[in-house]
């Protein structure tokens, strides 16, 4: 794609989003990664392009917030899956397995975007805010800031994309330790080992081709080839 064809998708897109009608139709993400493969399309164009995601995010995610805040809940509910699992030594039983559950639950809910969130800081990615994208994906998300994210080398942008479907891979077998410490039944131990392969399972038979592992290696690609 020709840097005038870029100009044009942009063009596009720009009177799509100011209309309402979002990014679909508009070639937009083409001419993203056309620019994602030329360092000096880059600089033409990373500031728009961020630009024009931001508008189009402010119109799909359900429910945004402010990166203080949703940081700041994230942190709180990484928090309370740790109460949680505190909570359950005391306990017997089944009290004792959900208390711990409830805890694996947190955790794995608010560890996801944080782990992409603090690893993508570190690797000199921004972000803008938090969001729920909707009712059927209700697991909070981080907002890339997308000139910062244009900026950044393909290969860190790769890492900061699998860097929370790891995290979500290794809480449940981190957790096997503390179920037995904690004298819960065989069966809840079991369940964390199981919980673990299943998401596993879930990242080979999906993720690769529709979440973080899916944007790690398109984000390869573009490192392969720079």
């Not at 949680?84 to 030594?89: H, Q, R």
């Not at 997308?146 to 449940?172: C, D, F, N, Q």
């Not at 004298?183 to 081709?209: F, K, M, N, Q, R």
């Amino acid at each position: 794609m020709e840097s005038t064809s870029i100009e044009q998708v942009l063009v596009a897109a720009e009177a799509q989003v100011a209309a309402g009608h979002g990014l679909a139709g508009t070639r937009f993400w083409a001419a993203v990664a056309e620019v994602k493969a030329d360092d000096g399309l880059v600089e033409s164009y990373a500031n728009r392009i961020a630009t024009i995601d931001q508008a189009a995010f402010a119109q799909w995610a359900l429910l945004t917030m402010p990166k203080g805040l949703g940081t700041t809940l994230a942190f709180l509910g990484t928090a309370t899956g740790l109460i949680l699992i505190g909570v359950s030594y005391p306990l017997d039983g089944l009290a004792a397995v959900v208390a711990f559950y409830l805890g694996l639950g947190a955790l794995l809910t608010s560890t996801h975007a944080l782990a992409h969130l603090i690893v993508g800081q570190i690797l000199g990615i921004r972000f803008t805010g938090w969001f729920i994208a909707s009712l059927t994906r209700p697991q909070p998300g981080v907002k890339i800031d997308y000139e910062s994210y244009l900026r950044t080398p393909a290969i860190r942008r790769a890492w900061m994309h699998a860097s929370g479907a790891i995290v979500t891979k290794i809480i449940p077998f981190a957790l096997v330790g503390a179920a037995v410490a904690a004298e819960l039944p065989t069966w809840a131990v079991l369940g964390l080992v199981v919980i673990g392969i299943v998401t596993i399972v879930t990242d080979v038979l999906w993720s690769t081709t529709g979440s973080d592992w899916m944007k790690y290696r398109r984000e390869m690609k573009f490192a392969q080839t720079s």
